[in-house]
C-alpha cells in the first residue's frame, strides 16, 4: 500500500464503525446486563478472579484503586451522600452497575497505544496483547470507564502463596508488572467454543461461548452472545430494545424501551447495552 | 533443518517436556520454566496419563458446594488432576447455574495456604503437629476413659450420610448432647412457622407473589437460602413486575434492591406489621375471622398513630405499603435477623405471619415444600441457642469429651456468655477442622479434615421446595496433604471405637456411602443397577428422591404486647449485620472475599461502623473518623461509612470480622460486633437477641481515608445507571410482551 494509493482511496481505508468497522468481523461479541435483575451480589466478579488468575493486591494497594477487579460492581446512591435534604434515608434502594470493558468498536484505548499492544480483533474483541505492552498507560488515561488495570507491581509474588497458585487457570496467563490489563469477554472460552465448533465442523451455536460472569449470575442479568447471530439471545435483546451498534444517538421507535449504552454519547461505540433499572414510583 | 542443532526427534521430546513440565509446575505465574538445559529433567511424562486425564482438557465433574449452609450444586472444572474453577449446577434445584460469590470462593477455602496438613495434640500446654496415628491414639485412649454418655458434638448445619452416622455414634455413645449451631439462622422463623403453618421451611412462590414484605429476611444475601431465592427474585421482578418492600434498621442486600426501603426501630417489626394488619382490617376490610379475638383486639390497638409513636415509621409509609399489599396481590411477607434477634423476636415474626394470614396468602403464595422421604438423611439447621446450651452444659459439668466441626462459636458468641471458662471446663476437646481458628485453639485434639473439594458426603439442603434431592459431594481431586481425613471417615472410625457393629464392614466413608445409595429405594433407581445408579448420581450431583407430600395446616397464637424502654446511658443500638460474603467470619480467610469489596458500603479488608447523616453530624463525626462503640460488655473501634441506609438510632457493625486467630488474610483485621452483645434472648425460643444491644458511641479523634470502591457515591447527573418507573416497565415488557 503506497501513500500514495492511500491518499487516492482515502475514503477506503477511512472506515469508521459507523460505516460497519475496520474489519470484515467473524463475530461481534456483545453483552446485555439487565439492571432490573442484577441484585449487586458480586458474584460475577469473584467468578473473573478465579476464571482470569486476577491478583489480589490487599487493603493498601486496593485503597489506592490498584485493585485488579475486571469486572467492578459499582454502587450509586440516588442523592448527595451527606447532607441531602429530599429524603431521609435512601428508600429507593441503591443502584447497582456491573462494569467491565465495553469492548468498545471505536475504542479511545486503541488509538493511543504507541505499540499496538491493544487493538481490535476480527471478533469484535478489544484485545490486549501483554507480550507486546510497554506500560505507557496510555490507554487507561483514554478510557471513559476506567476499566483498564495496571500492574504497578508484580502481584503475583504476594497474591497466590503455596498452593493457592494451584487454583490458576492454565488457559491465560499471569501478568506481571508494567503490563496493563483488562476484561476480555473470557477470550480463553470464546477460543475454546470456537476450536470445539471446528472440531465438530459447525459454526459457533449460541451458548457454546458464556463468560464466566455471566455464567455465574443467580439472576440471569447477565446475557452474552454473539451480535452477528441472529438467533442469539443477544441480538434478539439488542433488537427488541431497538439499541443498534455503529450509533451515537440512538433513534428508537418506541422511546420508553430500557436499553442503552453507558455514555453512548461520547461515539465509542460499546458492546454492552444496559437495561434501565426498574423501580416502583 | 541443516546447520541446525536441533532435529524433528528432539523437538517433540522438548515440547512434550515443556508441556509437562508447565502442568506439573502448577501454574504459569513460575518466572522461569523447565528446560533440558537445567537439567532438571525429574518431570513425570504423561505418557500413561491418569484415567480420565486428557493434557490441556478441563473437565466437569459435579459436587455440592459447602461454603454456607444452603448446599448448592456445584460443577468444578478439573484440569491435570487440580480444580481450578467451580460453577452452578444447572441440574440442581437449589441454585440452578448461578452461584454466589463465596462458592466461587471455595477455590480459596481448598487451595488456602493456612489450611492445616497435619494432626495437632496438646502436648504440655502447647499444640504440637504429630502424625495422625499418634493423634488418633490420644482420641481411642480418651474416649475408653471417659464416659460416652457425657460426648456432646458441636456441628454447623449436617443433613445426609453424616447426619445419620452422627445419629448412629451419639446413640451408641448414650448421648443426645448434638448442638446444631449457627450464627446466621432463621431459627425464630422456623418456630413461628412451625407453630403456625406446621412446617419449619414453608414453600414461598416469589413466581406467583405480585408483592413481597420483608422485615429483615436478607434472601438476597444471607437468608435460608440466597441463590435459590435470587433465581426466583429474578422471576419476580420480570414481566408483570412485582413490588419489594423491606423493613430493617440497617440496609442489607435485599433493602439495596427494594422499590421502598423503611427502618423502623430495631426491634419494633412486629408492632409495623400489626399497624398495617390494623390498616388493612380497617381501609381494606381484610377478612380476620381466622385470627382469635385476642388478637384482633390487640391488632385494634395499634393505629397509625401509636405505630409511628412505637416505630418511629411514618403513617403515610405505613399506609404506602399497605396500599402495594392490597394492589399488588397476592403477597408475601417474611422476616428475618433483623426482626428476630430480641427479646420480642418470635413476637415480631409471629405478627408477620399474621399479615400473611389476613392477606390470604398462606397456601397461596405460602405452600408446604414437603419434606425428605428419609427424614433421617434431612438438614438439622442450627440455632443461636444450641450455642447457650452447649455453653450451660460445659459449665455443669455435663460434658466430658465435646467434637467440634464447622463451628466456631469462642468466635461468633458473645463474650457475657464466657464460653472460653466454660469450654475450658470440657476435659476433652477434639476439633475436626481444615483450619486453626479460635475454637480450635482451644482443643486437646485438632484433627485436619480434607477439603469439601477432597471429601466425599451428601447433602439435603434445608431449603429445596421444588424438588426433593440428595446432593452427591464428591471429591474434585486429590487430597492436597497426606495426613487429613473426610469427616465421614472420621465417624466411622469412632463408630467402630464405639464397637457399633454394623459399620465394621466398611473400610471407609466412599464405600459405606456406595452401599447407602445401593440400598435406596427401587423408585429412586429408575430401574438402574447399582453400578449405573452410583454413576449417573455422581455424573449428575444429585439424586432426586421424590416429595413426601404436606400440607399446610394455619393456626394462631396468642400475641402479647412487647413493651420498649429508652436507655438514656446507651442511646443507640447495635446491628450487627451478616455479609454475603464472609459470613459469619468463616470465609474471613479468603483472600478473593476479603477483596470484594462490601456490597452496600463497597468497603474492602476491614470492619465499618454504619452511620445515618443525622447521627453523624450530631456527633460531629465525618466518614473515615474512627468511632468508638461501647456496650455494657465492651467496646470496639471502627471507622465510620455515612449513608443514608441506616436508622438514626442504630449503629451497624458487620460480623465477620475481628478474628484472632485464623490465618494469614482474617487475623487482626477489623473487629468483631459479636464480641460486645449485652445479654439477652429471645423470650420463646431462647434465640441470641443478637441485634438488641444498646450502645453508645464516642470521637476517638483518629481518622484516616475510608479504604473503599469508587470516588463517587452519587452518579453526579451521568446516565450510568438509569432507571425507568415499574409502569413503563410493565408496558414495553410485561404481560409476555418480552424479547
Known amino acids: ?281 | 533443518m541443516s546447520g541446525n542443532d536441533i532435529n524433528r526427534r528432539d523437538f517433540l521430546k522438548f515440547m512434550g517436556l515443556g508441556g509437562v513440565g508447565a502442568a506439573t509446575l502448577s501454574g504459569c505465574d513460575m518466572p522461569t520454566t523447565v528446560t533440558l538445559e537445567e537439567g532438571k529433567e525429574k518431570v513425570v511424562s504423561y505418557l500413561a496419563p491418569e484415567e480420565y486425564v486428557i493434557p490441556g482438557i478441563g473437565v466437569w465433574y459435579a459436587s455440592t458446594c459447602q461454603q454456607c449452609p444452603s448446599s448448592c450444586g456445584i460443577h468444578g472444572r478439573v484440569r491435570e488432576g487440580r480444580v481450578l474453577k467451580v460453577e452452578g449446577n444447572p441440574e440442581s434445584s437449589v441454585n440452578g447455574g448461578g452461584l454466589c460469590q463465596m462458592a466461587h470462593a471455595g477455590l480459596q477455602s481448598h487451595y488456602n495456604p493456612d489450611r492445616l496438613r497435619k494432626p495437632l495434640i496438646r502436648k504440655g500446654g502447647t499444640l504440637t503437629e504429630v502424625s495422625w496415628k499418634e493423634a488418633w491414639a490420644v482420641v481411642e485412649e480418651k474416649l475408653a476413659a471417659s464416659d460416652s454418655a457425657k460426648t456432646g458434638w458441636m456441628t454447623g448445619t449436617v443433613s445426609g450420610h453424616q447426619a445419620v452416622l452422627l445419629d448412629a455414634l451419639q446413640e451408641a455413645n448414650g448421648s443426645n448432647k448434638h448442638y446444631v449451631y449457627e450464627a446466621i439462622n432463621n431459627s425464630v422463623g422456623e418456630s413461628v412457622n412451625k407453630a403456625m403453618l406446621g412446617e419449619a421451611t414453608p414453600r414461598y412462590r416469589f413466581d406467583k407473589a405480585q408483592s413481597i414484605l420483608s422485615f429483615g429476611a436478607d434472601f438476597l444475601g444471607t437468608w435460608v437460602s440466597p441463590v435459590h431465592f435470587s433465581k426466583e427474585y429474578a422471576e419476580f421482578r420480570t414481566g408483570d413486575r412485582g413490588v419489594l418492600m423491606v423493613v430493617e434498621p440497617k440496609m442489607t442486600l435485599t433493602g439495596a434492591n427494594a422499590d421502598f426501603w423503611v427502618p423502623a426501630k430495631p426491634g419494633t417489626e412486629g408492632v409495623l406489621a400489626l399497624g398495617i394488619a390494623n390498616v388493612l382490617l380497617t381501609k381494606h376490610q381484610a377478612d380476620a375471622k381466622l385470627l382469635p379475638a385476642s388478637v384482633r383486639k390487640l391488632i385494634s390497638e395499634y393505629n397509625v398513630a401509636k405505630v409511628t409513636e412505637v416505630t418511629g415509621v411514618g403513617g403515610d409509609s405505613v399506609v404506602k405499603i399497605t396500599n402495594h399489599l392490597k394492589n399488588h396481590a397476592p403477597s408475601i411477607v417474611m422476616s428475618g435477623a433483623s426482626a428476630h434477634e430480641h427479646e420480642n423476636g418470635y413476637f415480631n415474626a409471629t405478627a408477620a405471619m399474621v399479615l400473611n394470614i389476613l392477606l390470604g396468602n398462606v397456601g397461596k403464595t405460602i405452600e408446604s415444600s414437603g419434606a425428605m422421604p428419609d427424614v433421617k438423611l434431612a438438614s438439622k439447621t442450627g440455632s443461636s441457642s444450641a450455642a447457650m446450651r452447649l455453653a450451660a452444659d460445659a459449665d455443669k459439668g455435663a460434658l466430658e469429651t465435646l467434637f467440634i466441626t464447622g463451628a466456631n462459636p469462642v468466635f461468633t458468641v458473645p463474650s457475657y456468655v464466657g464460653l472460653v471458662d466454660k469450654l475450658a471446663k470440657v476435659p476433652f476437646k477434639v476439633s475436626l477442622t481444615s483450619f486453626m481458628d479460635e475454637t480450635a485453639a482451644l482443643s486437646d485434639v485438632i484433627l485436619p479434615l480434607l477439603s469439601s473439594y477432597e471429601d466425599w458426603g451428601t447433602t439435603a439442603a434445608a431449603y429445596q421446595p421444588t424438588e426433593k434431592v440428595i446432593g452427591i459431594q464428591q471429591p474434585l481431586m486429590q487430597p492436597l496433604y497426606a495426613e487429613t481425613k473426610g469427616f465421614g471417615d472420621v465417624l466411622l472410625d469412632l463408630l467402630k471405637i464405639q464397637g457399633a457393629e454394623q459399620y465394621g464392614a466398611y473400610t471407609d466413608y466412599y464405600s459405606y456411602l456406595q452401599n447407602a445409595l445401593y440400598s435406596l429405594p427401587a423408585s429412586v433407581k429408575q430401574g438402574l443397577s447399582d453400578a449405573d445408579f452410583w454413576h449417573d448420581s455422581l455424573k449428575k450431583g444429585l439424586i432426586k428422591v421424590g416429595d413426601a407430600k404436606g400440607s399446610l395446616s394455619v393456626k394462631t397464637i396468642d400475641l402479647t404486647a412487647p413493651s420498649f424502654e429508652d436507655n438514656a446511658d446507651f442511646p443507640m443500638v447495635l446491628a450487627p449485620s451478616a455479609r454475603q460474603g464472609l459470613w459469619d467470619g468463616r470465609l474471613a480467610n479468603i483472600p478473593w472475599l476479603q477483596e470484594a469489596p462490601d456490597q452496600i458500603t463497597k468497603i474492602f479488608w476491614d470492619s465499618w461502623a454504619e452511620l445515618h447523616p443525622s447521627t453523624a453530624k450530631k456527633f460531629g463525626v465525618k466518614e473515615g473518623d474512627v468511632i468508638q462503640v461501647e456496650s455494657d460488655q465492651g467496646s470496639i473501634e471502627a471507622q465510620v461509612y455515612i449513608y443514608k441506609g441506616v436508622h438514626p438510632d442504630v449503629v451497624a457493625v458487620p460480623m465477620g470480622q475481628g478474628h484472632e486467630n485464623y490465618g494469614r488474610y482474617a487475623t487482626n483485621l477489623g473487629v468483631n460486633p459479636l464480641k460486645i452483645l449485652s445479654p439477652g434472648t429471645d423470650k420463646v425460643t431462647g434465640e441470641i437477641a443478637a441485634h438488641a444491644t444498646r450502645v453508645r458511641i464516642s470521637k476517638t479523634g483518629k481518622s484516616s481515608d475510608l479504604a473503599r470502591l469508587g470516588g463517587s457515591e452519587t452518579q453526579v447527573g451521568r446516565k450510568l445507571v438509569s432507571t425507568v418507573s415499574a409502569d413503563v416497565f410493565r408496558r414495553t415488557e410485561g404481560g409476555g410482551n418480552v424479547a
Not at chain 1, 450509533?247 to 453512548?264: C, F, H, I, P, S
Open chain 1, 1 to 281: 500500500m503506497s501513500l500514495k494509493n492511500v491518499l487516492e482511496n482515502w475514503s477506503d481505508y477511512r472506515k469508521t464503525h459507523e460505516d460497519g468497522g475496520h474489519h470484515d468481523y467473524e463475530h461481534m461479541w456483545g453483552m446485555v446486563v439487565d439492571l432490573n435483575k442484577c441484585t449487586g451480589c458480586n458474584a460475577c466478579a469473584v467468578s473473573c478472579y478465579s476464571e482470569n488468575n486476577l491478583a489480589t493486591v490487599g487493603k493498601e494497594k486496593m485503597g489506592k484503586g490498584q485493585g485488579m477487579h475486571w469486572l467492578r460492581m459499582e454502587r450509586y446512591w440516588d442523592e448527595p451522600n451527606v447532607g441531602g435534604d429530599e429524603k431521609e434515608f435512601h428508600e429507593r434502594g441503591a443502584s447497582f452497575l456491573p462494569m467491565m470493558c465495553q469492548q468498545c468498536n471505536a475504542a479511545t484505548c486503541e488509538v493511543v497505544c504507541p505499540v499496538a499492544a491493544t487493538y481490535h480483533t476480527p471478533d469484535g474483541l478489544n484485545a490486549q496483547v501483554y507480550n507486546r505492552c510497554i506500560g505507557s498507560r496510555y490507554c487507561s488515561n483514554n478510557c471513559p470507564y476506567r476499566l483498564r488495570y495496571f500492574n504497578f507491581y508484580s502481584y503475583y509474588e504476594d497474591a497466590w502463596p503455596e498452593p493457592l497458585n494451584q487454583q490458576l487457570n492454565p488457559d491465560l496467563s499471569v501478568r506481571d508488572k508494567g503490563v496493563m490489563e483488562k476484561c476480555t469477554f473470557c477470550v480463553q472460552r470464546i477460543r475454546t467454543a470456537k476450536d470445539t465448533a471446528r472440531r465438530e465442523g459447525r459454526e459457533v451455536r449460541d451458548g457454546d461461548a458464556v463468560s464466566a460472569c455471566a455464567q455465574s449470575c443467580p439472576t440471569k442479568a447477565i446475557t452474552f452472545g454473539d451480535l452477528l447471530d441472529e438467533n442469539a439471545e443477544v441480538t434478539k435483546l439488542w433488537k427488541f430494545h431497538q439499541v443498534e451498534l455503529g450509533k451515537t444517538k440512538q433513534d428508537k421507535a418506541n422511546k420508553e424501551l430500557r436499553g442503552y449504552r453507558v455514555l453512548e454519547g461520547l461515539n465509542v461505540d460499546p458492546c454492552i447495552m444496559y437495561l434501565d433499572r426498574v423501580r416502583e414510583v
